[in-house]
């Protein structure tokens, strides 16, 4: 009798952690970031994709996913829920390509813009919750010599469910 307990007890704890290990494990993925190249995206202008290389930036290494080059602007269909959109670009030490202006957009509102320029890594975090679409636009930030070929790199530039900008409540 003392068996068939300790078998039964040992079995239900089994299957607790199997349930537990199985609800972990699909929240842990719902958490995932999701690389904007994934998105369902349409293109309006310029060109994007997706590009792994090393470049140097201020004299260190990184690692790129995606390129997008001058005066081009992309829209994405958000998964929805709270989120954040994370960027990091850069312009490579070996170019001499003028300053980025980077435009993000949720459901056709401004949210955020940004300007970087080359020998350092810019980073934008947007809070993007709830919103149905993105827009993503890339331009020289100059009025002058910018050829719409110049290219940007993206070391992120990634969906992070479930993630919050700092300072917003």
């Not at 997008?68 to 030490?93: H, K, V």
């Not at 390509?97 to 949210?111: E, H, L, M, T």
């Not at 020998?119 to 050829?147: H, P, W, Y």
Request: aromatic share 8%.
């Amino acid at each position: 009798m003392k068996r068939v307990r300790w078998l039964s007890g040992l079995f239900s704890a089994g299957v607790l952690s199997f349930s537990l290990a199985t609800v972990g494990a699909q929240v842990a993925q719902a958490q995932r970031p999701i690389p904007l190249i994934d998105l369902q995206c349409v293109q309006r202008s310029g060109s994007w994709k997706a590009s792994q290389r090393d470049i140097s930036v201020g004299r260190q290494i990184y690692t790129t996913v995606l390129y997008i080059q001058n005066r081009t602007a992309i829209t994405c269909r958000l998964p929805g829920g709270p989120a954040s959109l994370r960027l990091e670009f850069a312009i490579p030490d070996t170019e001499n390509s003028p300053p980025a202006r980077i435009d993000v957009y949720v459901d056709g509102n401004q949210v955020a813009s940004r300007t970087g320029d080359r020998g350092q890594v810019n980073t934008m975090i947007v809070d993007i919750s709830n919103g149905k679409s993105l827009a993503v636009e890339v331009f020289c930030a100059r009025a002058t010599n910018c050829q719409s070929f110049t290219p940007y790199y993206f070391m992120k530039a990634q969906i992070e469910p479930g993630a919050r900008s700092p300072g917003s409540r």
